[in-house]
């Protein structure tokens, strides 16, 4: 395993690649070669261990993190073939017989020099692209308008941070006339070395808004900072309406300002707006003269990205005719990726609107980490716009296959065919010429339990493919966001000493989650432990292949062959259930690992100090081993309680130190929760555990700067109506009309997790951004609202329950209950959709 630095590994080839030596003199680092090292090129960086495609060629870069250090996984990486290392460590030579080892001060900032030395090689213009936020989209789009006249080298998704942009800047290769690339930043004096690296020629500035606030002590701040890309831009492009904007730039920059406005002044002028169904018409001034084009979108931020893109295509010269042409052809970009049902058990990976060599790669990791055990199908289209001859191209997608173990192959274009000359006997490889003829053929069975990823050029309506093999249920659905669950679990270890080990706590389905899926990420970011109420719940993690420690905290007599049988741990809180136990262990070997569970004041499970004596002489009976200890505050969230949570960690103390005596060791201690982490810092201890809080939920806790919610309950409007006054609405006509109404209703109700007492107007769904009140009593499989205010709403449209802007924690005050019981009241029929960048 490896480190949890760096998802992309930047795995495309560059010019001609690096001899070790050449790398030793560019970062002027130490430099070790094994006796028996045999001269390779380095065509490939890779941080993680776990994303080793082509060992033999790539150089690993062992770099340092809050929780996790590269160095750990030398040994990880050398097994696999990588024979060039880069570190900052002294490491013991021997062990890495045939290598060349590089060792510098700090292996982020020679990852940083390195790709700067690389970006110096080549004359091609760069976009550079910051803000706060648009930038992916705006990167997107401009590829999609500028992509038939040049060979593009993007940033991969999202990759704009300071390990991000130097792996995205390794993929220039001599055949690209244009680089875009996106830059973030989340605390200052990080955008100076990413603007060294890219030296863009045009910049954009797409706007400033709350992301990232928490790193910067204000706006202003974070706003200077982000300006600092431009320091050797010819041209910035930004809109002047954004107070402070002009200012700064005209400080950071010697560049010509390329403004647009809604208002007046700029160089580009915004004359009108029109939207009308899904458009968007635009009029703009450009040197005195109109210029009208239109975008099929509508919605203040893509217009917001339309007009950046505008002003990009005019300064760099394209006629008014193709602008109008190509802005009306702009498509959606695909941000992500989704994990969702498919027929006969199967599970599916929707990526139909995105098919390039570094999305294949990120897509093709994802699939392995969602498949342990199953067999993997790819369903992918020919690869366009790519810049590579077509061998190259096709034999680079035949060694991903491979490497990532792929089953069966379904290729699907003109061009793809030619892959199956380069794919091994155990990839089963099939070709379709188009989608249509695949339909024809398909037979959603062959998929049955099967994990497939489903990934095409927008172009082959790989979107009637998904249709075809999902298992068509209620429309309703939970999306998971995988991303903000990891970036959460990043936010609660900001608050922990580096050796504090996580404990995941996914019991209730992941508070309604999905276990299986919610685990295997916990896995992936090597998250120290899991833990489940109940012995069924953990063997179906160890079915799902889940292999970490995993705490059974219910674990009752008829569940102990289970515990053996698949490797869980039981928390011991009583006598007689560790009675129980050693009974039914007898002297068994290798003793079972479990966990002690202490009373310290919530007074639901666990031992008493009065306890003590009596299991001192149970706990020398073979057949156990006290791998943890561990106890729970009764009211960590409430400041009002904070003594008696003092209390309580004493008094956990005083246990643990008898039972360590007891035991003659001293096992791990956790007391702390998701409110606990943040407010009871000095009682980590050796483990913490996080369960709501993965999910950006802290329930009050302060220092919470930085969690999101990674939860989104989505329903549809099925029909709406205009009730006149005086009629009622739903049952026990509990919705009275006043005045004529427009009711829509949504096919949500108490059976899907949405609490009757959120009725009658106690609580507001969001349709297009806006609240639309729910009347009368909450029926079983719908509910009804109130839409006289958004007039533009019709059926078919989207309903958000909760999520980003509508925090769960008010449906749950709706509702007079706690956010956990919301979650975990989610009907099974709900549709589980998990997202993934």
Not at 297 to 304: D, M, S, V
Request: aromatic letters at 8%.
């Amino acid at each position: 395993m490896g480190p949890v630095h760096a998802p992309y590994s930047g795995k495309n080839p560059t010019v001609r690649g690096y001899h070790a030596e050449e790398i030793a003199a560019i970062l002027e680092g130490g430099y070790f070669l094994s006796p028996d090292f045999s001269k390779g090129i380095v065509h490939y960086l890779a941080t993680d261990t776990r994303r080793l495609t082509y060992p033999a060629e790539s150089l690993y870069i062992a770099l340092e993190g809050p929780r996790r250090d590269g160095h750990d996984f030398l040994l990880h990486a050398f097994q696999q073939g990588v024979r060039v290392l880069l570190v900052s460590k002294d490491i013991e030579l021997e062990r890495f017989p045939g290598c060349a080892v590089i060792k510098v001060p700090d292996t982020l900032k020679a990852l940083q020099q390195l790709t700067s030395f690389h970006r110096r090689r080549f004359s091609l213009p760069i976009i550079g692209i910051t803000g706060s936020n648009g930038k992916t989209i705006v990167k997107e789009w401009l590829f999609q308008l500028l992509s038939a006249d040049h060979r593009i080298v993007r940033s991969p998704r999202s990759y704009n941070s300071q390990i991000g942009v130097p792996l995205s800047v390794w993929n220039i290769q001599q055949t690209h006339t244009l680089g875009i690339f996106e830059a973030g930043i989340s605390m200052p004096g990080e955008m100076q070395r990413l603007s060294d690296i890219l030296k863009c020629d045009i910049g954009i500035f797409t706007n400033l808004g709350a992301a990232h606030d928490e790193g910067f002590s204000n706006r202003s701040e974070k706003l200077r900072e982000k300006c600092r890309l431009f320091a050797h831009s010819k041209t910035v492009v930004y809109c002047r309406d954004q107070a402070g904007v002009e200012q700064e730039l005209q400080k950071q920059t010697n560049g010509r300002l390329f403004s647009w406005s809604m208002k007046e002044g700029a160089d580009l002028q915004v004359q009108a707006i029109e939207s009308v169904d899904n458009s968007t018409g635009i009029t703009v001034i450009w040197q005195g003269l109109p210029l009208a084009f239109s975008i099929p979108f509508t919605g203040h931020a893509a217009i917001e990205n339309a007009l950046h893109c505008v002003s990009v295509m005019l300064l760099i010269g394209y006629q008014r005719e193709v602008i109008q042409e190509r802005m009306s052809r702009l498509e959606p970009v695909a941000m992500r990726l989704e994990l969702k049902s498919g027929l006969y058990g199967s599970r599916l990976i929707n990526d139909s609107y995105n098919s390039d060599l570094n999305g294949l790669e990120i897509a093709l990791d994802f699939l392995q980490q969602h498949s342990p055990g199953q067999q993997r199908v790819l369903i992918l289209s020919d690869l366009l716009q790519t810049g590579l001859p077509k061998d190259t191209l096709y034999q680079q997608v035949a060694q991903l296959v491979i490497h990532q173990g792929i089953h069966h192959f379904i290729g699907i274009g003109p061009d793809i065919e030619v892959v199956g000359q380069w794919l091994v006997d155990e990839v089963n490889f099939s070709h379709y010429l188009d989608t249509d003829s695949f339909l024809s053929h398909v037979n959603p069975a062959q998929f049955r339990d099967s994990v497939v990823l489903i990934k095409g050029a927008r172009l082959f309506r790989f979107e009637e493919i998904v249709d075809q093999l999902s298992l068509q249920a209620h429309r309703t659905v939970l999306e998971v966001d995988l991303d903000i669950i990891s970036a959460n679990v990043q936010v609660f270890s900001r608050h922990l000493n580096p050796q504090t080990a996580i404990m995941a706590v996914i019991k209730a389905s992941a508070y309604g989650s999905g276990s299986a899926e919610v685990a295997r990420l916990m896995q992936f970011h090597q998250v120290d432990a899991l833990a489940v109420a109940y012995a069924d719940e953990g063997v179906e993690l160890r079915r799902a292949g889940v292999t970490l420690p995993i705490l059974v905290l219910n674990a009752d007599e008829g569940s102990f062959p289970l515990l053996r049988k698949w490797q869980l741990e039981p928390e011991v809180y009583s006598l007689e259930q560790l009675k129980s136990l050693t009974r039914y262990l007898a002297g068994a070997t290798p003793p079972l690992q479990v966990q002690l569970k202490f009373d310290t004041g919530m007074h639901r499970l666990g031992f008493e100090e009065r306890d003590l004596p009596e299991l001192s002489n149970l706990l020398t009976d073979a057949g156990i081993e006290v791998s943890a200890v561990s106890s729970h505050f009764a009211s960590a969230g409430n400041p009002g309680d904070d003594e008696f949570s003092h209390e309580q960690a004493r008094r956990f103390q005083r246990m643990h130190a008898i039972v360590s005596k007891i035991l003659g060791y001293s096992p791990p201690r956790h007391l702390l929760n998701s409110s606990g982490i943040l407010r009871f810092p000095e009682y980590q201890f050796e483990m913490v555990r996080l369960g709501i809080g993965l999910y950006g939920i802290a329930l009050g806790a302060q220092g919470t700067e930085g969690l999101k919610p990674a939860l989104t309950l989505r329903s549809f409007i099925q029909q709406i109506r205009t009730v006149q006054a005086g009629e009622t609405v739903g049952y026990n006509r509990a919705g009275k009309i006043n005045h004529p109404t427009r009711v829509g209703t949504v096919s949500v109700g108490y059976a899907d997790g949405l609490p009757r007492l959120a009725g009658n107007g106690r609580y507001a769904l969001l349709v297009n951004g806006q609240e639309a009140p729910i009347i009368g009593d909450i029926c079983m499989d719908m509910c009804m609202i109130d839409l006289s205010d958004i007039p533009e709403a019709s059926s078919g449209d989207e309903v958000v329950v909760f999520g980003a802007g509508h925090p769960i924690e008010r449906l749950a005050q709706a509702g007079m209950t706690i956010p956990y019981e919301i979650l975990t009241d989610i009907s099974p029929r709900v549709k589980r959709v998990y997202l993934k960048e």
